[in-house]
């Protein structure tokens, strides 16, 4: 099955500074890949996807990459803000017939320092 | 409803009895996600249903899980006989058929005494 390694498991940034957290997949197969922040007693929220097709997309602050070749993809936030701080998961799925079981990472809290 | 809603926030239980979590989809959204979430961890996928059946029960850990979507909406997971490892937050998502990104529930943490 599909194994994901998240790293760093935690990342202390000063605001306005940026952070980057990087996953590795194992499954070639995989073929979505979505980012999830979780704030504490919340589910975690979808902040941003990419699919295999796709090497880099962007929104805002936020920007994720991703090399098939190499199995990587990573999360990039910009000009972070004390209301960023949370866990981040990555995630790595396989679209089939319309839906996709994901496999995610163990997560990274991010602590942004005002 | 507005989002996902997970019913109880909060459930402890014995050893060795029977619990139901229920969730509560996004209204119009046929496909809807179980997973479970242990401290530290990521949310490990549990099953999916498209509609009324269970497409995919391939994360259930054993016979002990069982989950039911009898009219297409609401859904239920019960677990028989709960072990302390049972003990976890566990997440319900829905989503529109074919779309890929999920909307979470705050989830129901459960702790086994």
């Known amino acids: 099955g599909e194994n994901v390694e998240q790293h760093p498991s935690t990342l202390s940034v000063q605001e306005g500074d940026s952070a980057v957290i990087k996953c590795t997949y194992s499954?070639?197969?995989?073929?979505?890949f979505p980012w999830y922040k979780q704030e504490l007693g919340k589910g975690p929220q979808l902040i941003i996807d990419?699919?295999?097709?796709?090497g880099e997309k962007k929104d805002q602050r936020i920007a994720v990459t991703l090399n098939k070749t190499a199995k990587h993809f990573s999360l990039h936030i910009t000009e972070t803000q004390p209301e960023d701080s949370a866990v981040y998961f990555c995630?790595?799925?396989?679209?089939?017939?319309?839906?996709?079981?994901?496999?995610f990472g163990k997560g990274t809290m991010l602590l942004v320092s005002p | 409803g507005a989002g996902v809603s997970q019913t109880p926030s909060n459930k402890v239980t014995e050893k060795g009895k029977y619990v139901e979590l229920r969730c509560d989809p996004i209204s119009g959204h046929t496909a809807l996600y179980w997973y479970r979430q242990s401290l530290g961890q990521g949310p490990e996928f549990l099953i999916y249903f498209q509609g009324t059946g269970a497409a995919d029960d391939s994360g259930l850990p054993n016979d002990r899980f069982f989950a039911v979507r009898p009219e297409g909406s609401v859904s239920t997971l019960k677990i028989q006989r709960t072990e302390r490892g049972d003990s976890a937050v566990y997440l319900c998502?829905?989503?529109?058929?074919?779309?890929?990104?999920?909307?979470f529930g705050s989830g129901t943490r459960l702790t086994v005494v």
């Open positions: 499954d070639s197969a995989s073929n979505y």
């Open positions: 995630a790595a799925g396989r679209t089939i017939s319309g839906y996709s079981t994901l496999t």
């Open positions: 990419i699919r295999s097709n796709v």
């Open positions: 998502a829905s989503s529109l058929w074919g779309a890929e990104g999920y909307t």
